[in-house]
């Protein structure tokens, strides 16, 4: 019964999410070939300096552009380029050439996740129990207080919140790091992925001590502009539970003040879910500009360094690799919702 | 009727909204008693105070709503005197209520069973987990429900089920007042029928006292002892079924009887002129007289008092007035 | 015998009183009354700074760098030498210009297809809610960064608006989709539709006049969708770096060390001023939402 129309619903939500990919691709594609100039040319003109012999730059510019197969027609070009893409090689990097660019990627990631994701759930945590006690019934008033500060900081962009953190905390108060993910002079022990399963190990040693230090500002910017989103939305939620008939039918079932909060609570948070997605998309944009501000080396440290060198192939793939994950986030959750909530069923509209 | 006890005496009851318009008294002065398994009938048109009543019953009133006299005795307990946590007690046990359940009264993220055995572990009876549970499959039993039906959620139900587990909850705690309020309403005929007279059999069982409140006048007729007809939120008329179809004493009850179809006059169907009024622009006098075609020069000035006649039917009429 | 429900004509009522319902209004609706304060107070600064500042001192080099608040500078100057005064009165507009380039080009294009969407259903209807299916999926910030990289520094206010609006009409699109399809359902439409009104018609008298409010709130968080992704290329060094902006000044005073060197008003100038109009714009936004949502406000 719960998985009736399943595969409709999975084919189409599939279909979307590779219509995104597919469409996100293909901007990629397009872009670069809408630019002014010659890539390669100006690539190796970057190598070699402007005072390189012109014969040997343009025989150079010959061999390369044969190379990425530049002369072929435009349709052969893109078809290759989507079996490329799909296959996983985005191409390489032009400043750090011949470095694949989705390494390059996947090495910064999880410097941004460590802090995207930590931020969201700390802020879902916390604003959906903000957002809960709001709606506790004889709740003193005192606490509405709390809202318009709530909303204040709902409005205001991550990358602001940084900065005015970054002065109070980190220059005014010496409490915190100002830039990085560790100390200047500090080599931090990464360990590869392939030891992922020592890490506890690591959890008390000095890198771990580092990173936490520097993590604490940009998380907390990351976060506490979510807070109000996922408290008002939360609290909305109750209002709407608490106005059900079931809720009248519990209350006249004579049930406790503490069983009706639990009951609207458990009514209220399987929609925040749904919100968890978009939050992290949010999340992620907000992040790489906090990184920025942080001068923090994950992908949003990536993607400025690679602006200001103009090295494309790396913000293109950047994009493209972001965009992948986040609809697939989003597919994913999607299809494991009407799982947890027994309220929805697969068979929509 | 007069040798069986009563069971819940309501005595001037006012029910109170606030609104951005100004107050309005959505109930307001309702007295009468029901005796112990008494099926007493509340009918009246949409927005005449009927759900409001049901509500004030359990001291459900929320803000901007608010009980502003009246009391309503069950035993020896006025319900609104009681203290907050008393009053939780009392109900489910003492008044309980059997909502329609078809809508969306079950919680859909609870298995039927919790929903069932929450009720039961917060009137504090004392029971163990295995004992509740079985207390929770014996009230879905008596509903003819299975016992596997306990371990559903409201979603896997169908309308007619959720129904029956709605009036297994509301009876699980066997009160003495029960409230139902439009129990069979988006249920087809068929399974109406079958609910009601679960209901019935149920409450025969328990000798609970119940307040029907319908529209269904039909329902009402094969159902009810007593009907009161609620307008404008006052009580018109308190009479026995048989009385109040075959001799309506308030002008407001003719018109609803005469309103029923009847097979003699098939296609034709008769309605009550005028529009029930707005409870902010109450007219003056008896809220009645506009629509009323005996309405007399006193209507429209004077409240009429709610009388009981010799047989003890209640009625507040001037026609009746001594 | 109906009873007939008074209301009292409010030509009539005395200027004043309406005057007290619309400040009762507000007391109901904080939202849009502060936002709404807040803007005028904004088009109050920028009225009275028009009158006091040179336009040229908004630019590198005009006036002495790094000099703190004082008589002369009552703002202070940045580290590359502009009057921080003059940046806050011309270039808050200058950010709101970009929002409102890229929200009302975003907004008539989504509106257009949204409605194009909901009135004439079938292949139209299926084959525009997949293109906005995709483009709410994709966060377009990332194609605007790939985009704009592209460009480089060359891109001039109008252009980051119109950029920027590629990607905001799906939001509105989806809204207006839906609104005109519950509307299309309401009583009035279908008697309209019984009257023997065309279909042009109908969109443009019966159900534009209802959708105005609802647009109006749309129109306000897209401004704000759009002066914060104008902001976030500035970060980037995306954005045009020459013209006195906010999300320049951000750009510089990161770039720069603003914080570090403890210029603290060239630090709070953009940042204060950005917040200002983060705030004021969700401020109004919902507070619009609210006036064209009656239900959310009955459930206050």
Redesign the interface.
């Given at each position: 019964m719960k998985l009736k129309g399943f595969w409709g619903f999975f084919g189409r939500r599939f279909l979307l999410f590779i219509l995104v990919v597919w469409s996100a691709v293909t901007i990629n594609f397009i872009v670069p070939r809408l630019a002014p100039g010659n890539p390669i040319r100006q690539a190796i003109i970057t190598r070699y300096g402007l005072t390189a012999d012109q014969s040997v730059v343009n025989s150079l510019v010959i061999y390369y552009e044969g190379y990425f197969g530049l002369n072929d027609p435009l349709y052969v070009q893109y078809f290759r380029f989507l079996k490329n893409t799909f296959s996983g090689d985005l191409g390489f990097s032009i400043t750090a050439y011949p470095r694949y660019v989705s390494d390059m990627i996947l090495e910064k990631i999880l410097w941004t996740l460590q802090l995207v994701l930590p931020a969201t759930l700390i802020a879902s945590v916390i604003g959906s129990l903000l957002g809960a006690i709001f709606a506790f019934p004889r709740i003193p008033k005192a606490i509405n207080l709390v809202v318009p500060l709530l909303i204040l900081f709902s409005a205001i962009p991550a990358f602001l919140a940084a900065i005015a953190l970054i002065y109070v905390f980190a220059y005014k108060l010496d409490l915190f790091p100002l830039v990085g993910a560790y100390d200047p002079t500090f080599v931090p022990h990464i360990i590869p992925i392939s030891q992922w399963a020592s890490l506890p190990n690591y959890l008390h040693g000095p890198t771990f001590q580092q990173i936490l230090k520097h993590s604490i500002l940009p998380i907390a910017a990351l976060a506490v502009v979510q807070l109000g989103g996922w408290a008002l939305g939360m609290r909305g939620m109750m209002v709407t539970i608490q106005g059900e008939d079931y809720m009248t039918f519990a209350e006249a079932k004579g049930l406790t003040d503490g069983r009706m909060f639990s009951y609207t609570v458990r009514n209220a948070l399987l929609p925040q879910i749904t919100g968890f997605g978009l939050a992290l998309s949010g999340a992620l944009m907000g992040g790489i500009l906090v990184e920025s501000i942080f001068g923090y080396p994950g992908i949003g440290g990536l993607i400025n360094g690679a602006i200001a060198a103009k090295d494309y192939p790396v913000i293109y793939a950047n994009s493209l690799i972001l965009i992948t994950m986040l609809a697939g986030v989003t597919f994913v959750l999607d299809l494991i919702y009407p799982l947890i909530d027994p309220r929805i069923s697969y068979s929509e509209k | 009727m007069s040798d069986r006890n009563i069971a819940l005496s309501v005595k001037n009851l006012v029910v109170q909204y606030y609104t951005d318009d100004g107050r309005i008294n959505a109930v307001n002065g309702v007295s009468f008693d029901l005796m112990e398994g008494e099926r007493l009938g509340l009918v009246g048109e949409s927005g005449c105070g009927k759900s409001t009543m049901a509500l004030a019953l359990m001291r459900m009133i929320k803000p901007p709503g608010k009980i502003l006299s009246g009391e309503a005795w069950i035993q020896n307990f006025n319900l609104y005197e009681l203290n907050y946590e008393d009053m939780r007690m009392a109900r489910a046990h003492m008044i309980g209520m059997i909502p329609q359940g078809a809508m969306n009264s079950l919680v859909p993220v609870l298995r039927i069973k919790d929903q069932i055995m929450d009720t039961i572990q917060d009137h504090k009876l004392g029971m163990s987990k295995e004992q509740m549970l079985e207390r929770a499959c014996e009230a879905l039993e008596s509903v003819g429900l299975s016992r596997r039906v306990a371990n559903m959620y409201p979603h896997e139900l169908s309308g007619g089920m959720k129904q029956r587990v709605c009036a297994a909850i509301g009876l699980a705690m066997k009160p003495k007042v029960i409230i139902a309020d439009e129990p069979t309403s988006a249920l087809d005929v068929i399974t109406q029928r079958q609910v009601m007279e679960t209901i019935g059999k149920l409450q025969d069982q328990t000798k609970a006292s119940i307040i029907m409140i319908t529209h269904d006048m039909g329902l009402m007729a094969q159902f009810v002892d007593r009907v009161a007809v609620m307008y404008a939120g006052k009580l018109a008329e308190v009479s026995t079924v048989k009385d109040a179809f075959t001799n309506p004493l308030h002008p407001y009850t003719k018109l609803l009887i005469s309103t029923l179809p009847v097979l003699s006059r098939k296609g034709v169907f008769v309605s009550i002129p005028g529009m029930a009024p707005s409870f902010l622009e109450l007219p003056a006098g008896c809220p009645f007289h506009p629509r009323c075609p005996s309405a007399m020069d006193i209507c429209t000035e004077k409240m009429p008092e709610q009388i009981t006649t010799s047989e003890g039917r209640l009625v507040s009429c001037h026609l009746y007035q001594a | 015998?109906?009873?007939q429900?008074?209301t009292v004509q409010p030509s009539t009522r005395p200027k004043r009183t309406r005057l007290r319902r619309a400040l009762l209004y507000f007391k109901r609706n904080p939202?849009l009354g502060i936002g709404l304060f807040m803007l005028i107070a904004l088009i109050v600064f920028t009225i009275v700074g028009l009158f006091q500042v040179d336009p040229l001192k908004g630019y590198a080099g005009a006036v002495r760098g790094s000099q703190p608040p004082s008589a002369k500078y009552i703002f202070g100057t940045d580290g590359q030498g502009r009057d921080l005064y003059t940046v806050a009165v011309l270039g808050t507009w200058v950010t709101l210009e970009i929002g409102f380039i890229a929200a009302a080009v975003g907004m008539g294009l989504g509106v257009f297809l949204g409605f194009s969407s909901a009135y004439f259903g079938g292949w139209v209807d299926n084959i525009l809610r997949?293109v906005i299916?995709?483009f709410m999926?994709?966060?377009g910030?990332?194609?605007l960064?790939?985009?704009a990289?592209?460009l480089?520094g060359r891109v001039s206010t109008e252009g980051t608006g119109l950029i920027i609006a590629l990607f905001l009409w799906a939001g509105p699109a989806r809204v207006v989709r839906s609104q005109v399809l519950s509307l299309r359902e309401r009583q009035f439409v279908q008697m309209a539709k019984l009257n023997g009104l065309n279909d042009m018609r109908i969109i443009f008298e019966e159900l534009f006049p209802n959708l105005l409010p609802f647009l109006g709130a749309q129109l306000i968080s897209a401004v704000?969708g759009a002066v914060?992704s104008s902001?976030?290329l500035s970060?980037?060094?995306?954005g045009n770096l020459r013209e006195p902006q906010l999300g320049t000044m951000?750009y510089f005073?990161?770039t720069q060390g603003a914080?570090?060197r403890?210029m603290?008003w060239w630090?709070a100038v953009p940042?204060v001023l950005?917040?200002w109009l983060?705030?004021m714009?969700?401020?109004i936004s919902?507070g619009m939402d609210e006036l064209a949502n009656p239900r959310l406000r009955r459930?206050q």
């Amino acid at each position: 019964m719960k998985l009736k129309g399943f595969w409709g619903f999975f084919g189409r939500r599939f279909l979307l999410f590779i219509l995104v990919v597919w469409s996100a691709v293909t901007i990629n594609f397009i872009v670069p070939r809408l630019a002014p100039g010659n890539p390669i040319r100006q690539a190796i003109i970057t190598r070699y300096g402007l005072t390189a012999d012109q014969s040997v730059v343009n025989s150079l510019v010959i061999y390369y552009e044969g190379y990425f197969g530049l002369n072929d027609p435009l349709y052969v070009q893109y078809f290759r380029f989507l079996k490329n893409t799909f296959s996983g090689d985005l191409g390489f990097s032009i400043t750090a050439y011949p470095r694949y660019v989705s390494d390059m990627i996947l090495e910064k990631i999880l410097w941004t996740l460590q802090l995207v994701l930590p931020a969201t759930l700390i802020a879902s945590v916390i604003g959906s129990l903000l957002g809960a006690i709001f709606a506790f019934p004889r709740i003193p008033k005192a606490i509405n207080l709390v809202v318009p500060l709530l909303i204040l900081f709902s409005a205001i962009p991550a990358f602001l919140a940084a900065i005015a953190l970054i002065y109070v905390f980190a220059y005014k108060l010496d409490l915190f790091p100002l830039v990085g993910a560790y100390d200047p002079t500090f080599v931090p022990h990464i360990i590869p992925i392939s030891q992922w399963a020592s890490l506890p190990n690591y959890l008390h040693g000095p890198t771990f001590q580092q990173i936490l230090k520097h993590s604490i500002l940009p998380i907390a910017a990351l976060a506490v502009v979510q807070l109000g989103g996922w408290a008002l939305g939360m609290r909305g939620m109750m209002v709407t539970i608490q106005g059900e008939d079931y809720m009248t039918f519990a209350e006249a079932k004579g049930l406790t003040d503490g069983r009706m909060f639990s009951y609207t609570v458990r009514n209220a948070l399987l929609p925040q879910i749904t919100g968890f997605g978009l939050a992290l998309s949010g999340a992620l944009m907000g992040g790489i500009l906090v990184e920025s501000i942080f001068g923090y080396p994950g992908i949003g440290g990536l993607i400025n360094g690679a602006i200001a060198a103009k090295d494309y192939p790396v913000i293109y793939a950047n994009s493209l690799i972001l965009i992948t994950m986040l609809a697939g986030v989003t597919f994913v959750l999607d299809l494991i919702y009407p799982l947890i909530d027994p309220r929805i069923s697969y068979s929509e509209k | 009727m007069s040798d069986r006890n009563i069971a819940l005496s309501v005595k001037n009851l006012v029910v109170q909204y606030y609104t951005d318009d100004g107050r309005i008294n959505a109930v307001n002065g309702v007295s009468f008693d029901l005796m112990e398994g008494e099926r007493l009938g509340l009918v009246g048109e949409s927005g005449c105070g009927k759900s409001t009543m049901a509500l004030a019953l359990m001291r459900m009133i929320k803000p901007p709503g608010k009980i502003l006299s009246g009391e309503a005795w069950i035993q020896n307990f006025n319900l609104y005197e009681l203290n907050y946590e008393d009053m939780r007690m009392a109900r489910a046990h003492m008044i309980g209520m059997i909502p329609q359940g078809a809508m969306n009264s079950l919680v859909p993220v609870l298995r039927i069973k919790d929903q069932i055995m929450d009720t039961i572990q917060d009137h504090k009876l004392g029971m163990s987990k295995e004992q509740m549970l079985e207390r929770a499959c014996e009230a879905l039993e008596s509903v003819g429900l299975s016992r596997r039906v306990a371990n559903m959620y409201p979603h896997e139900l169908s309308g007619g089920m959720k129904q029956r587990v709605c009036a297994a909850i509301g009876l699980a705690m066997k009160p003495k007042v029960i409230i139902a309020d439009e129990p069979t309403s988006a249920l087809d005929v068929i399974t109406q029928r079958q609910v009601m007279e679960t209901i019935g059999k149920l409450q025969d069982q328990t000798k609970a006292s119940i307040i029907m409140i319908t529209h269904d006048m039909g329902l009402m007729a094969q159902f009810v002892d007593r009907v009161a007809v609620m307008y404008a939120g006052k009580l018109a008329e308190v009479s026995t079924v048989k009385d109040a179809f075959t001799n309506p004493l308030h002008p407001y009850t003719k018109l609803l009887i005469s309103t029923l179809p009847v097979l003699s006059r098939k296609g034709v169907f008769v309605s009550i002129p005028g529009m029930a009024p707005s409870f902010l622009e109450l007219p003056a006098g008896c809220p009645f007289h506009p629509r009323c075609p005996s309405a007399m020069d006193i209507c429209t000035e004077k409240m009429p008092e709610q009388i009981t006649t010799s047989e003890g039917r209640l009625v507040s009429c001037h026609l009746y007035q001594a | 015998m109906t009873v007939q429900t008074s209301t009292v004509q409010p030509s009539t009522r005395p200027k004043r009183t309406r005057l007290r319902r619309a400040l009762l209004y507000f007391k109901r609706n904080p939202s849009l009354g502060i936002g709404l304060f807040m803007l005028i107070a904004l088009i109050v600064f920028t009225i009275v700074g028009l009158f006091q500042v040179d336009p040229l001192k908004g630019y590198a080099g005009a006036v002495r760098g790094s000099q703190p608040p004082s008589a002369k500078y009552i703002f202070g100057t940045d580290g590359q030498g502009r009057d921080l005064y003059t940046v806050a009165v011309l270039g808050t507009w200058v950010t709101l210009e970009i929002g409102f380039i890229a929200a009302a080009v975003g907004m008539g294009l989504g509106v257009f297809l949204g409605f194009s969407s909901a009135y004439f259903g079938g292949w139209v209807d299926n084959i525009l809610r997949w293109v906005i299916d995709v483009f709410m999926t994709i966060p377009g910030f990332l194609i605007l960064i790939v985009l704009a990289a592209l460009l480089g520094g060359r891109v001039s206010t109008e252009g980051t608006g119109l950029i920027i609006a590629l990607f905001l009409w799906a939001g509105p699109a989806r809204v207006v989709r839906s609104q005109v399809l519950s509307l299309r359902e309401r009583q009035f439409v279908q008697m309209a539709k019984l009257n023997g009104l065309n279909d042009m018609r109908i969109i443009f008298e019966e159900l534009f006049p209802n959708l105005l409010p609802f647009l109006g709130a749309q129109l306000i968080s897209a401004v704000m969708g759009a002066v914060y992704s104008s902001a976030g290329l500035s970060i980037l060094g995306l954005g045009n770096l020459r013209e006195p902006q906010l999300g320049t000044m951000l750009y510089f005073m990161t770039t720069q060390g603003a914080v570090v060197r403890g210029m603290w008003w060239w630090v709070a100038v953009p940042v204060v001023l950005l917040c200002w109009l983060f705030v004021m714009l969700y401020l109004i936004s919902s507070g619009m939402d609210e006036l064209a949502n009656p239900r959310l406000r009955r459930r206050q």
